[in-house]
């Protein structure tokens, strides 16, 4: 398992990502701007944390080997 800052770490290249996604898609109108984007990113995160709990936990199987379809 992995806890404390060692998550802070492994997210962070996630996270630095999520959140040039989110600055461009509020400069295209796409994304309101109530928050900033480092917010909605850490929203994101949490998101993140949360489903690899439930994967930890057992109530959410991961083989790995489905990828999301293109839109």
Known sequence: MVGGDRYRLLLEPARAAATVIV???QQD???RRHLPPAVLSAGLEAVTVA???EVNSGALAD??????SPP
């Not at 083989?63 to 999301?68: A, D, E, I, M, T």
Request: hydrophobic share 35%.
């Open 29 to 31: 109108g796409v994304f």
């Open 51 to 53: 489903l690899l709990g």
């Open 23 to 25: 600055e461009r898609g």
């Open 63 to 68: 083989g790995g080997s489905v990828r999301p």
